[in-house]
């Protein structure tokens, strides 16, 4: 048996039990789907780097983000 972390998967919740499909089409309607997700993508890398560092061994993550992240260029 293996117990090492292999994946990681970046889920964004909001705390207070609010659906993901409510806010991130709200956050794409009101234009903050952008800076949500870049702030996501920040956190994730710094995580990564993080756990990385601590275990020596190369942990592969998966990021959702929104249809218009891909079209919106950073």
Do not use: M
């Amino acid at each position: 048996s293996n117990d090492e972390v292999a994946k990681v998967e970046v889920l964004l919740r909001w705390n207070k039990g609010i659906s993901p499909a409510v806010f991130i089409p709200l956050a794409e309607k009101l234009g903050l789907i952008n800076d949500i997700g870049l702030w996501v993508l920040e956190q994730a890398c710094a995580y990564r780097l993080q756990l990385a560092q601590l275990s020596n061994k190369d942990v592969k993550f998966c990021i959702n983000i929104s249809s218009q992240q891909l079209q919106t260029p950073q």
